[in-house]
């Protein structure tokens, strides 16, 4: 006992082992659960703006472009949203460890208060419109966000060449509606009595809707169905508000 003791003094002196400030010990401390909280938050906003995305998109499309339901929804999945959430959710998982109290919990513990932490916070911001409102500021001000990263609604519906698109009327008549896409380009586009439109598109002009259809050419395009912007405008079709629709593609 008497060596053990020499030696740990002679430790000390040697190596010039002092005790630390009582801030740096709070500092770090405080720091772990700091970090804590906010990985939890930063799950539960991520995890926001992934239902915001998911529950956005038309998920009934891929009949459209001749894919099974599964492949389609493997198409449009959020990707980027799920893996930065795993990253969140791992990092956190491994940093309330650091804390004081973090050895008392088994992993399986850690796992579930994270998770529910994340999952809880996520439904508070989708409930208070967070998670929205920050997917829309990431599709208008970040270019590579719905072009590269992950399918958007407007990446979705800004796809001509597939039959899909999407803008402002600006003027509307019978049987055509002179027509500005969500880059401002102007299209003619063609309806008929085939024409399936959802009850709750508006179309007078300023309105916002989606368009189901055939491209024939640069500026011009035949609408087969017409949804309304917000919304999957899965309901009974009508034309124009004078009836059923002729039977046009698309129909539920």
Request: cysteine-free.
């Amino acid at each position: 006992m008497e060596d053990f003791i020499k030696n740990t003094i002679k430790k000390i002196k040697t190596q010039q082992i002092a005790p630390q400030p009582r801030w740096k010990y709070l500092v770090k401390k405080y720091s772990s659960w700091v970090a804590l909280v906010s990985l939890i938050i930063f799950g539960g906003l991520s995890l926001s703006v992934a239902w915001a995305t998911v529950s956005s998109l038309d998920w009934d499309l891929y009949r459209f472009v001749h894919q099974s339901f599964f492949s389609y929804a493997l198409s449009i999945f959020p990707y980027f949203w799920a893996i930065l959430i795993g990253i969140f959710l791992l990092v956190a998982v491994f940093d309330i460890r650091k804390t004081e109290t973090g050895y008392r919990f088994s992993w399986l513990k850690i796992a579930l208060i994270i998770v529910g932490g994340v999952i809880f916070l996520g439904l508070a911001a989708s409930f208070i419109g967070i998670g929205g409102r920050f997917n829309s500021m990431l599709s208008a001000g970040v270019p590579y966000y719905g072009e590269h990263m992950m399918v958007t609604k407007e990446s979705q519906w800004m796809n001509p060449e597939k039959g899909f698109l999407a803008g402002t009327i600006v003027l509307s008549s019978e049987s055509n509606l002179q027509f500005a896409d969500l880059k401002g380009k102007s299209w003619n586009v063609s309806l008929n009595k085939e024409t399936l439109i959802r009850p709750m598109a508006n179309m007078s002009q300023g309105q916002m809707i989606k368009i189901i259809g055939i491209k024939t050419d640069s500026s011009n395009f035949i609408a087969i169905e017409v949804r309304p912007w917000m919304g999957s405008g899965m309901g009974a079709g009508q034309r124009n508000g004078m009836g059923p629709g002729g039977g046009g593609l698309g129909g539920n």
